[in-house]
Each structure stands twice: as structure tokens, then as C-alpha cells.
């Protein structure tokens, strides 16, 4: 996923992420969900693999 993309997910859930990086702005999207902000933390067997970031996440 692009970033403008993750910008509006963010958007919508009422984060300001104008000037986040792509990896700041999906643990603050992980966070606002209620979930571990762990995205690209070098977890390499996450066993949350219904998440949306998964894809990217384990690349």
C-alpha cells in the first residue's frame, strides 16, 4: 500500500499523519486500532496474520 493511501486510512480514523514517516504512521494506525505497533520491528514469525500490514510488514 502507498503511502497517500495509508494517509487517508489515517485520516479517517482522526490521525494527523501529514508528515509521518510510512512506518510511524502504521503503528499509529495499529495503536488507534488497539493492536501492538509493531509493524516492520523484526518480529520475523508474527502471528497475526489476519493483519493488514502483514504483506508489507513480513517483506
Do not use: Y
Not at 509521518?20 to 504512521?25: N, P, Q, R, S
Amino acid at each position: 500500500m502507498v503511502v497517500k493511501e495509508i494517509r487517508k486510512i489515517a485520516k479517517e480514523m482522526g490521525i494527523n499523519g501529514a508528515k509521518m514517516l510510512k512506518m510511524d504512521l502504521i503503528r499509529a494506525i495499529q495503536v488507534k486500532e488497539g493492536n501492538t505497533p509493531c509493524f516492520q520491528s523484526g518480529v520475523t514469525a508474527c502471528p497475526q496474520t489476519g493483519c493488514c500490514w502483514w504483506g508489507d510488514c513480513q517483506k
